[in-house]
């Protein structure tokens, strides 16, 4: 099976753990956490590489332009929380990944909770080759997800209706291959 290569972390500077509101870039980040339903965290373009988790308990959300590489760690959303992220769209993006909004590296077996308000938005692919997603709610939480979900473990739950819409702009493409045998 084809394998998604991992992007080059190298290229974006160490920027330690963020806990809070405010805007933050690119970078290496040790975990990146909001707790307070009043937070506002903006995400400006790029490649948000971690180590730990990426843990959204309350507040808004908002990045446009992003790729999430998690080495390890889970990228947790909870329902109650306005997230509205996409991943690039571009043809020659580096060091982020064009259509490609959260991969969970080879080896993390982490999870993936996609969850959050009836206004909140993922637009892009999912990939956990070896990690669980999660999507879905209750009520009127999480109505509808513009994303390709890949993993090993796909869980799709709760009472509130999941919209899928898979729009292939809007995704990871797997480059064309040609093999050729003697």
């Given at each position: 099976?084809?394998?998604?290569?991992?992007?080059?972390?190298?290229?974006?500077?160490?920027?330690?753990?963020?806990?809070?509101?405010?805007?933050?870039?690119?970078?290496?980040?040790?975990?990146?956490?909001?707790?307070?339903?009043?937070?506002?965290?903006?995400?400006?373009?790029?490649?948000?590489?971690?180590?730990?988790?990426?843990?959204?308990?309350?507040?808004?959300?908002?990045?446009?332009?992003v790729?999430?590489?998690?080495?390890?760690?889970?990228?947790?959303?909870?329902?109650?929380?306005?997230?509205?992220?996409?991943?690039?769209?571009?043809?020659?993006?580096?060091?982020?990944?064009?259509?490609?909004?959260?991969?969970?590296?080879?080896?993390?077996?982490?999870?993936?909770?996609?969850?959050?308000t009836?206004?909140?938005?993922?637009?892009?692919?999912?990939?956990?080759?070896?990690?669980?997603?999660?999507?879905?709610?209750?009520?009127?939480?999480?109505?509808?997800?513009?994303?390709?979900?890949?993993?090993?473990?796909?869980?799709?739950?709760?009472?509130?209706?999941?919209?899928?819409?898979?729009?292939?702009?809007q995704?990871?493409?797997?480059?064309?291959?040609?093999?050729?045998?003697?």
């Amino acid at each position: 099976s084809y394998q998604v290569p991992p992007p080059d972390c190298s290229q974006v500077p160490e920027r330690g753990s963020h806990n809070g509101s405010g805007d933050i870039r690119q970078g290496r980040y040790t975990d990146i956490r909001v707790n307070s339903a009043t937070s506002e965290l903006n995400l400006a373009p790029g490649l948000y590489c971690l180590s730990g988790d990426f843990t959204i308990n309350g507040g808004t959300v908002n990045g446009q332009g992003v790729t999430f590489y998690l080495t390890s760690g889970d990228f947790d959303v909870a329902g109650g929380v306005t997230i509205n992220i996409s991943a690039p769209y571009c043809t020659n993006c580096d060091p982020e990944i064009p259509g490609m909004l959260i991969y969970l590296a080879e080896g993390n077996t982490g999870e993936v909770s996609l969850l959050g308000t009836s206004d909140s938005n993922y637009e892009g692919t999912v990939y956990a080759p070896d990690g669980m997603i999660e999507a879905g709610g209750t009520g009127s939480e999480l109505s509808e997800i513009h994303a390709q979900l890949v993993g090993d473990t796909v869980k799709l739950h709760g009472t509130t209706e999941v919209n899928i819409v898979y729009r292939g702009g809007q995704n990871y493409e797997v480059p064309s291959m040609l093999e050729l045998y003697k």
